[in-house]
């Protein structure tokens, strides 16, 4: 009898989760249909093995087998407007306020002293999640670096939104500590794996961790975070909680973008402007490499990828462009007040934006560096070395390319 019961008891037990599934329980702050849209995408992205020098419009997946979000987008709606009141209501509403303020109905963070100048609510890690799968595409792979997880035993993520990367990375290397931190706690909270971990922390004040604690230090996207003067400290920072032999990744897209239309152009020259009125270093990412050589860092090297945005560059510069509709829609309340425009003259901006997206053959240039933190007793390379090529194994990818070839992205 008991060994019946013990038997159909096995016979009973849940099924072990998939990664892709534990990855949708992980995301669960999206709703079932973007999400599913999203990993439709990703699965895409993932299935195409198209090269460097194929016409990007030859890529598969495109017309009605485009996520019902991009198919928006592509023809011309606004999607880039919609709001998400999940964040905005509920029995959380007095803590909200007390953590958190709203602008132009986008929730924001109320830290004291921060710049950041992008949304927290769902909208915006709905298009986080998105970007690093472009993102991961266009670098072929969650790292730059070599990153083998026998070596690196313990990982930092330095403004881990809402954790996608490192969740990811926690789940395919499950022998390695993961810590993501970011100035606020938009991860999940309760499903994740036990080898990953999340704290609040402004990174412009400091790391709360001791010297050479970590292997492999990741980060990304804080254009938008970091002010200009603070780069160097926090670089430093980097470092400092890096052990001898470990590496530090960086990667950032700047604010410009290249093959611009018009209204794209006006709009970007207001958001450069209000970026330095507040401070921020909008060509930083052109500047990782030297960022890094001046932080000591050794085996520095840099690289970037030329992501189309549009239909015209296929179901890749369909993903980007949905991703910008994201970043426009999250900056709507400030740049609005920068160009002192009503909510209808924004729409109206917007939607000749993307059309410029085809007719102009946009895209964005996304830069990596990486780098090693030399022993105590090894010498710093010369600062007045050549510069190092782009990648290994990889074609230079410096120079803009040319319009058949530059979505073909890394």
């Not at 008891?9 to 599934?21: D, I, L």
């Not at 090269?51 to 997946?61: L, V």
């Not at 590496?247 to 209000?274: F, R, Y």
């Amino acid at each position: 009898m008991g060994s019946n019961q013990s038997s159909q008891g096995r016979f009973n037990r849940k099924p072990k989760m998939t990664q892709q599934e534990l990855q949708w329980q992980y995301q669960r702050n999206l709703s079932e249909q973007q999400l599913a849209d999203h990993m439709s995408a990703r699965q895409a992205l993932e299935n195409n093995t198209y090269g460097r020098s194929q016409d990007p419009r030859q890529i598969p997946g495109i017309g009605a087998h485009a996520p019902s979000v991009i198919a928006s987008t592509v023809n011309n709606e606004s999607f880039y407007h919609q709001r998400s009141t999940t964040l905005h209501s509920g029995s959380n509403v007095k803590s909200g306020r007390q953590n958190y303020r709203w602008i132009d109905g986008r929730r924001h963070h109320n830290t004291e002293g921060a710049i950041y100048v992008l949304p927290n609510d769902i909208d915006e890690m709905d298009r986080l999640h998105l970007q690093h799968y472009v993102i991961r595409h266009a670098f072929g792979g969650n790292t730059r670096a070599k990153f083998d997880g026998k070596i690196h035993k313990d990982v930092l993520d330095v403004g881990c939104g809402p954790g996608t990367w490192i969740l990811e990375m926690s789940t395919e290397h499950t022998e390695t500590n993961f810590t993501g931190i970011d100035i606020s706690a938009v991860w999940p909270t309760e499903i994740r794996p036990r080898n990953c971990r999340f704290q609040v922390v402004n990174a412009v004040q400091g790391l709360p961790f001791e010297d050479n604690t970590f292997d492999f230090v990741y980060q990304r996207f804080m254009i938008f975070a970091y002010p200009a003067q603070d780069w160097p400290f926090i670089i430093q920072e980097l470092v400092r909680v890096t052990k001898p032999g470990g590496i530090i990744e960086l990667t950032e897209m700047p604010i410009m973008s290249n093959a611009n239309g018009p209204e794209l152009s006006k709009l970007l020259e207001v958001l450069e402007e209000g970026c330095s009125a507040k401070g921020l270093d909008s060509k930083a990412a052109q500047k990782l490499d030297t960022l890094l050589r001046d932080a000591g860092l050794t085996e520095v090297k840099f690289c970037h990828a030329s992501i189309p945005v549009g239909a015209w560059g296929a179901k890749v510069g369909q993903l980007m462009r949905e991703n910008c509709a994201g970043l426009w829609s999250s900056l709507k309340g400030w740049l609005k007040e920068l160009r002192q425009m009503n909510d209808a003259e924004y729409d109206a901006m917007v939607k000749k934006i993307f059309i410029e997206y085809e007719t102009h053959k946009c895209y964005v240039n996304c830069f990596c560096a990486w780098g090693v933190k030399p022993y105590p007793w090894e010498q710093p390379a010369a600062t007045t070395a050549s510069p190092p090529q782009p990648s290994l194994q990889q074609p230079d990818i410096a120079a803009p390319l040319p319009p058949t070839t530059r979505a073909a992205v890394v």
